[in-house]
Each structure stands twice: as C-alpha cells, then as structure tokens.
C-alpha cells in the first residue's frame, strides 16, 4: 500500500505558473503508474494526465495539452505536475493517484490510491 500526499497548491494570477507535488510513502513510486485529477466545486472528477512507471510516457487531457506537464523523481518517490499560463478554469483542487496497472488511464477508477488533494486558485 502506499500513501499520497500533495503540496504546493496556492493562488496565482491567470497566465502563471505553478508546481505541484506528490509524494509517495510506504511503497516505492516505481511500483506504480501516476495520475493528477482535478475536481472543482460542483463538477465531477476529470482527469489531467498521467505519467508510466520509468516516466518515460506521459499523456494529458486536451484541456491542458501544451500547459502542463507531468514529471517524476523516482529516487524521491515524487511526482510533479508543472502548469504554465493558467486560466481561471484550472482552478480546483488537484490530486494526484496511483494505479498498481502498467498502462496509465484517465478514469478515475482505474487507481488504487488517492492523496487529499491540494487546492490551486487561479485568479482573472
């Protein structure tokens, strides 16, 4: 079993950057493939990329495609997600989870372990 737990969240302007980390504890990151979620107030779940087991692929979701990135430090057990030129829009609260699978997934259900989410406010 491993544990999540996110930081790095905060508010920033609209077409800022912000990174946000996950570290994993009790197993060792390499065990699994890598998720970030979002979830705003009133909306359901969606997913904004994911990152394999080596970190070697990665995928997003269209809506952040070119703003976000998704890296990993194994020997850390931490995975990052890098976001430049936010919009309003990428406000919400941000988790990250891990799928005991080798293929990554954007459903939400496919991960086994979630952390609590950190939360990211992007002002206009």
């Known amino acids: 079993q491993v544990q999540l737990v996110e930081s790095g969240g905060g508010l920033v302007q609209a077409g800022g950057s912000l990174r946000v980390s996950c570290l994993a504890s009790?197993?060792?990151?390499?065990?699994?493939?890598m998720g970030w979620f979002r979830q705003a107030p009133g909306k359901e779940r969606e997913f904004v990329g994911a990152i394999s087991r080596s970190g070697v692929i990665t995928n997003y979701a269209d809506s952040v495609k070119g703003r976000f990135t998704i890296s990993r430090d194994n020997a850390k057990n931490t995975v990052y997600l890098q976001m430049n030129s936010l919009k309003p829009e990428d406000t919400a609260n941000y988790y990250c989870?891990?799928?005991?699978?080798?293929?990554?997934?954007?459903?939400?259900?496919?991960?086994?372990?979630w952390g609590q989410g950190t939360q990211v406010t992007v002002s206009s």
């Open positions: 009790g197993r060792p990151s390499t065990g699994y493939t």
């Open positions: 989870a891990a799928r005991e699978g080798y293929s990554s997934s954007s459903y939400a259900s496919a991960y086994n372990y």
